[in-house]
Structures are given as C-alpha cells and as structure tokens.
C-alpha cells in the first residue's frame, strides 16, 4: 500500500504503534496536504455479489474528517501472484453505510462490515485518486 502511494508521488509516513485510528498519513508535497489513511486488509474479502471487511465502531466518530479507508482483499491463494483488489473509500462513505444499517442507533454492536457491491466497484476500485488529489 505504501509502495503504490510512493509510485504515485506521495511521501508515505507509518505510523508508530498505538495508533487505532491511522496507519499511515501520506503526504502531497506540492500541494501541501497530509492525508490519514487506514488499511482493512482480509483475505477471501469477495463473498457472492458483494466485498466485506471489518471497520467497528471508528467510522461514526470520524465521518468528518479526512479520513481515507483502503480495504484490500488479498484473494484466496496465499501462495499465488494474484494481485490484491484494493478499494480507496472516504470515511463519510462508511460511516454513511453504517448509520443506513442502523449502525449510529445501537451502541451496543461493536461490529460493523463494510460492504462493496460487485455491480457498483467502479467508484472505489482503484481509485488512487481520492488519496493522490486531496486538497486539504
């Protein structure tokens, strides 16, 4: 993940454990901007017709901010070179699936799994640009 936003120009900081919100903030050095990415990595994500990963409870405290999900499915077969399928989601997209799921209103769930439709993967499929273009 850090690679790919070096390719595309961006300064790539990890962050130091004890983070739970961030793991990595990537910088626009042109631009000025700094932006905090958290990466939901899982295996075997695609189900049927739809991607599923697990996100908490974060997204509805963090809806306003700047915050950009990279949800990546690392596929079936470890050992293969298959090349993971990886979604770029502002935080206000999964906060908004999660209070339409009813989410916002019990407290009590503490997990929530964020979806991608097969049919509707062209918004976020590889959408460097959400990270690469923020204006800060």
């Not at 595309?8 to 932006?35: E, Q």
């Not at 908490?56 to 915050?67: D, F, I, V």
């Amino acid at each position: 993940m850090a690679y790919k936003l070096s390719s595309l120009g961006m300064a790539v900081a990890l962050t130091r454990d004890g983070s739970d919100v961030i793991d990595l903030m990537a910088g626009n050095i042109l631009n000025g901007t700094a932006i905090p990415v958290q990466v939901k990595t899982a295996r075997n994500a695609k189900k049927n017709k739809y991607w599923e990963w697990s996100v908490g409870r974060k997204p509805l405290t963090l809806k306003n901010s700047r915050l950009i999900y990279v949800f990546i499915d690392l596929k079936e077969n470890e050992s293969s070179n298959d090349v993971p399928t990886v979604f770029i989601v502002p935080v206000a997209d999964v906060a908004a699936q999660a209070i339409s799921a009813g989410f916002e209103e019990n407290p009590d769930w503490k997990t929530f799994y964020f979806k991608i439709n097969t049919d509707a993967t062209t918004e976020y499929l590889d959408n460097w640009s959400l990270i690469i273009n923020e204006k800060g």
